[in-house]
């Protein structure tokens, strides 16, 4: 091992890894060593943004956990995809950049989160990016994260947003802005044509100084301790176990899978799993894995009755012209991720907040690469943002290399089947507005036959996906809550000279992807860690529908109202 011992030992070059990285070394004073299971992120396939959905179902570059049998899915077992790689999870995502809503963070102050307020996390979320496009006072202009849009030059973007607002909900022009809410323009981590990802945002600029090095093809089995200060960490390289050295700390950020996993091969975690799994125990945290939360999604698809889809892109001759292209100039249908707008909506009267998210692709065709149908078509991903079932992470046994077992409790809460089929009705009252309605065909999925509250919740049972957001399995919180793992500063309760900083500290799932806050997470974390002057914070109303209480949603003719809600319907809402 080429670099035994730093300062700071970081487990996993992901998204909060990079950022880590960047941020701990930046004034020179501190050595940062980077440890990395994955290789090298160099390639095509990672960097073209159009690509996504092969590094993300490829063993080489993702860890391939794949869940439990779930109870409430009849039993599936869903993939739950990882990047193993240098940039983790922001090397194998679909680059869809959402901060969250601001009312989103006071949910994690309230759970114990102290300081962790929108107005705390706001200066943050500005300093890591540099917003092209995004709106003055709320967005960054000099952080290393490029923000940007894409060109909107296909016809179905701008329709879907106008169907939006043709039924009522309004439009919104940056949803990381003052107002999510809304039908808009959706933002990507693309620079250049190139995936601007963690690793190429954070962690190159940081390799360039002399007190940062990363080694990769780690894989880090536990934390070490001298009673119970953390010391440096275990790791199998090259079929060798060796030890590295943290002079001051270690910090996991290794996912919200591979955190709890570690901490429970140490010793941390609820003391009962840990024995039968035949661990010794040095402290007893029931939260550590728990408190798991996802989002998940289905495609409502539609036949589109105009030539003019990505479908017609799919054949191996037209991928390998969007390949050269992109190889050459990085332009074309290679240089976006095709997410280029999008809605934030609520689901029923009575929610504050949205609560539905709706990616728009002018295109019929799976995660994994395959079309859903012949012809050309379009789909909106929808789901739920905030469900309140919960899940788990345990180990298999003592053995690092055993895979951890996965249960997210999906849909096992009635709540979530209603906001499903909220969902699925109101895509379809979308596409069918004068804007949209005039590109549809027929419907492809679930389909015109699905019309019932049982028809629909089969379609969701056979169909529903993860949306690859796994978090909160090391809950943050207040020091004396027993099932807080970290406290507001990102340290593990009941040791020293260890933390975690990755989305497993999330107390709340965030409205949208994750992958903004957990770089944000990071940034913040690090200067707690470095004890520097916090980031003044800053007072920004976000805004919300005046209506919320009476109506589902905000603008225009077709907002639908209701009678007011009673104040014990509102506290549930």
Not at 110 to 116: D, F, I, L, R, S
Not at 164 to 182: I, K, L, S
Not at 361 to 387: C, E, I, N, T
Not at 459 to 464: G, K, W
């Amino acid at each position: 091992m080429s670099a035994p011992e730093a300062d700071y030992v970081i487990v996993g070059a992901g998204s909060a890894g990079c950022a880590l990285a960047h941020r701990l070394s930046e004034d020179g004073q501190h050595s940062v060593l980077v440890l990395e299971y994955g290789g090298t992120d160099a390639g095509p396939f990672i960097q073209m943004p159009a690509a996504f959905s092969i590094p993300m179902n490829t063993r080489r570059y993702d860890w391939g956990f794949r869940t439990e049998p779930e109870p409430h899915l009849g039993g599936r077992r869903l993939v739950c995809p990882r990047g193993k790689v240098i940039g983790g999870s922001s090397s194998v995502n679909g680059m869809v950049f959402v901060r969250g809503h601001a009312l989103d963070f006071a949910r994690w102050e309230e759970a114990g989160a102290k300081g962790w307020a929108y107005r705390d996390v706001l200066p943050y979320f500005k300093r890591m990016e540099t917003s092209h496009g995004g709106e003055d006072g709320w967005r960054g202009r000099e952080g290393p994260l490029h923000v940007t849009r894409g060109g909107g030059l296909n016809p179905l973007y701008s329709a879907f947003v106008q169907a939006g607002v043709e039924a009522g909900y309004g439009a919104t022009e940056d949803y990381n802005g003052h107002r999510q809410e809304g039908f808009g323009p959706m933002e990507m981590t693309v620079w250049q044509g190139r995936r601007w990802s963690a690793a190429n945002a954070y962690l190159r600029p940081a390799l360039r100084r002399p007190n940062v090095a990363i080694v990769t093809g780690a894989h880090v089995e536990r934390v070490t301790f001298e009673g119970r200060r953390a010391t440096g960490v275990s790791v199998r390289r090259c079929g060798r176990l060796q030890s590295v050295r943290a002079r001051k700390e270690v910090i996991l950020a290794a996912s919200a899978i591979n955190s709890p996993k570690i901490l429970m091969l140490s010793g941390i975690g609820p003391a009962g799993h840990l024995r039968a799994a035949g661990i010794d125990v040095l402290v007893d945290r029931p939260g550590v894995g728990g408190n798991l939360q996802d989002h998940l999604e289905v495609y409502v698809q539609q036949h589109c009755s105009q030539p003019i889809t990505l479908n017609a892109h799919l054949g191996l001759m037209a991928r390998a012209r969007i390949g050269l292209e992109w190889l050459a100039f990085r332009t074309g249908l290679g240089a976006t991720n095709h997410f280029e707008s999008c809605a934030f909506v609520r689901s029923r009267p009575g929610i504050r907040y949205p609560d539905l998210q709706m990616h728009f692709l002018p295109a019929a065709v799976r995660y994994d690469g395959r079309a859903a149908a012949q012809a050309h078509g379009f789909q909106v991903h929808v789901g739920p943002m905030r469900s309140p079932s919960r899940g788990t992470v345990r180990l298999r046994g003592s053995d690092p290399a055993a895979p951890p077992a996965i249960r997210f409790n999906y849909m096992s809460s009635e709540e979530d089947w209603r906001d499903f089929r909220n969902a699925i009705r109101l895509t379809r009252e979308i596409f069918a507005q004068p804007s949209l309605g005039s590109f549809c065909g027929e419907e492809i999925a679930p389909g015109e036959a699905a019309q019932s509250d049982q028809a629909l919740d089969e379609f969701v049972r056979e169909h529903v996906e993860s949306a690859f957001h796994p978090c909160g399995t090391c809950r943050m919180g207040d020091p004396g809550d027993n099932l807080a793992v970290v406290d507001p500063e990102c340290r593990v309760l009941g040791v020293e000279g260890l933390r975690v900083v990755d989305s497993s500290v999330f107390p709340e799932i965030t409205n949208g992807n994750l992958n903004a806050p957990t770089i944000m997470l990071a940034e913040k974390a690090a200067d707690h860690i470095l004890g520097r002057a916090l980031l003044a914070p800053e007072d920004r109303e976000p805004w919300l529908a005046p209506n919320w209480a009476f109506a589902q949603r905000s603008d225009g003719p077709g907002a639908l109202a209701s009678p007011a809600l009673q104040p014990a319907q509102l506290a549930s809402a």
